[in-house]
T-cell receptor
Framework: DVKVTQSSRYLVKRTGEKVFLECVQD?????MFWYRQDPGLGLRLIYF???????EKGDIPEGYSVSREKKERFSLILESASTNQTSMYLC???????????FGPGTRLTVL | AQSVTQPDIHITVSEGASLELRCNYS??????LFWYVQSPGQGLQLLLK??????LVQGIKGFEAEFKRSQSSFNLRKPSVHWSDAAEYFC??????????FGTGTRLQVTL
């Protein structure tokens, strides 16, 4: 079974803090994705990565950055958290050539 | 650009009744279409997918969906709903580079 894990289920941070959200997958998938999920807006793609050290902007990259130093790990970074970044963050991975993304359980981030 | 519309934000059905969740997509070429389910506090689980071939696809948990190119639709159906089906359902389309575009979701409530 593919497993995608996220470092925290719930996180509370203060405005201006630097926040790291970690995602790890155990199936050697090349492609990894970060989404945020908000009521009424569905899931929106923030960033994705095709390979180690490679990254591409998604639909809403502003205020975020990412890091992929190892194939199994994809980190989402909020350089200076703001209250409008309070959301559910979902990580996903997919094997190159496949079309089924596997999702982690999500991290619910609250920025005060 | 690709897009997905789920016109029903919230649907309530009685246990044992039939269910149809609507999904319309916009995509220039032949789409890959998906339905995901998200139970409370969980990540997304794939219910079914359409890539090509038979336009009626079967998924897990007794769900099926029918691809209708002429209507740009991919509606999800289940003949008899169980209380455990209460969740949020997302339709998605993928284009290049395995990037998924999601609809805004339909929340299903099941009454006993």
């Amino acid at each position: 079974d593919v497993k995608v894990t996220q470092s925290s289920r719930y996180l509370v941070k203060r405005t201006g803090e630097k926040v790291f959200l970690e995602c790890v997958q155990d199936m050697d998938h090349e492609n990894m994705f970060w989404y945020r999920q908000d009521p009424g807006l569905g899931l929106r793609l923030i960033y994705f990565s095709y390979d180690v050290k490679m990254k591409e902007k998604g639909d809403i990259p502003e205020g975020y950055s990412v890091s992929r130093e190892k194939k199994e790990r994809f980190s989402l970074i909020l350089e200076s958290a703001s209250t409008n970044q309070t959301s559910m963050y979902l990580c996903a991975s997919i094997l190159s050539g496949s079309e089924e993304q596997f999702f982690g359980p999500g991290t619910r981030l609250t920025v005060l | 650009a690709q897009s997905v519309t789920q016109p029903d934000i919230h649907i309530t059905v009685s246990e044992g009744a039939s269910l149809e969740l609507r999904c319309n997509y916009s995509y220039g070429a032949t789409p890959y279409l998906f339905w995901y389910v998200q139970s409370p506090g969980q990540g997304l689980q794939l219910l079914l997918k359409y890539f090509s071939g038979d336009t009626l696809v079967q998924g897990i948990k007794g769900f099926e969906a029918e691809f209708k190119r002429s209507q740009s639709s991919f509606n999800l159906r289940k003949p008899s709903v169980h209380w455990s089906d209460a969740a949020e359902y997302f339709c998605a389309v993928t284009g290049t580079a395995s990037k998924l575009t999601f609809g805004t979701g339909t929340r299903l409530q099941v009454t006993l």
